[in-house]
T-cell receptor
Framework: EDKVVQSPLSLVVHEGDTVTLNCSYEVTNFRSLLWYKQEKKAPTFLFMLTSSGIEKKSGRLSSILDKKELFSILNITATQTGDSAIYLCAGHGQNFVFGPGTRLSVLP | ETGVTQTPRHLVMGMTNKKSLKCEQHLGHNAMYWYKQSAKKPLELMFVYNFKEQTENNSVPSRFSPECPNSSHLFLHLHTLQPEDSALYLC???????????????FGPGTRLTVT
């Protein structure tokens, strides 16, 4: 059965800190690993990763995939209070399988 | 309207009621999804429609009945629900380009359902 695990489940940091969120996956017929940010309601798309070792970057956020170790990380540098959200990782194989999310709280 | 919309945003219903959730996507996508998000649990895929054909039914109880009349609209018909069905129901859409390719999903704001 396909599975996505995220760690930590919850994280509290102060503004300016750098955080690393982890995602490991077991997905049959793997196509991609996706990251989403969920604030109030709808998850919003951040990154889609299909190849190992190629970093995707958007502002202070970056992500990389290791297809050998079945692992991805999401980095956020110089965190801001607006980064407070649940960060979801999903594996896309036959279908989409989501992890439980990491709840990030950034304190002023 | 842009993106993915869902109505209603909030719904309270009794266990004997019948109601429907509606989702509409304005992105020209060919695949639509229903997910259930309960507290402290991962997003659970319920149904997938691809080109209006149901391609996935993830062992969902029959009290949930999906309908996809066209590639832009998706409904979830609800009847004789249980209190444990209370959750956030999210609709998503994507452009499925076929086997071997991947694509992101775009989510609607969700319907917060409470079953009393």
């Amino acid at each position: 059965e396909d599975k996505v695990v995220q760690s930590p489940l919850s994280l509290v940091v102060h503004e300016g800190d750098t955080v690393t969120l982890n995602c490991s996956y077991e997905v049959t017929n793997f196509r991609s690993l996706l990251w989403y940010k969920q604030e109030k309601k709808a998850p919003t798309f951040l990154f889609m990763l299909t190849s190992s070792g190629i970093e995707k970057k958007s502002g202070r956020l970056s992500s990389i995939l290791d297809k050998k170790e079945l692992f991805s990380i999401l980095n956020i540098t110089a965190t801001q209070t607006g980064d407070s959200a649940i960060y979801l990782c999903a594996g896309h194989g036959q279908n989409f399988v989501f992890g439980p999310g990491t709840r990030l709280s950034v304190l002023p | 309207e842009t993106g993915v919309t869902q109505t209603p945003r909030h719904l309270v219903m009794g266990m004997t009621n019948k109601k429907s959730l509606k989702c509409e996507q304005h992105l020209g996508h060919n695949a639509m999804y229903w997910y259930k998000q309960s507290a402290k649990k991962p997003l659970e895929l319920m149904f997938v429609y691809n080109f209006k054909e149901q391609t996935e039914n993830n062992s969902v109880p029959s009290r949930f009945s999906p309908e996809c009349p066209n590639s832009s609209h998706l409904f979830l018909h609800l009847h004789t629900l249980q209190p444990e069905d209370s959750a956030l129901y999210l609709c998503a859409s994507s452009q499925d380009k076929g086997q071997g390719t991947s694509y992101e999903q775009y989510f609607g704001p969700g319907t917060r359902l409470t079953v009393t």
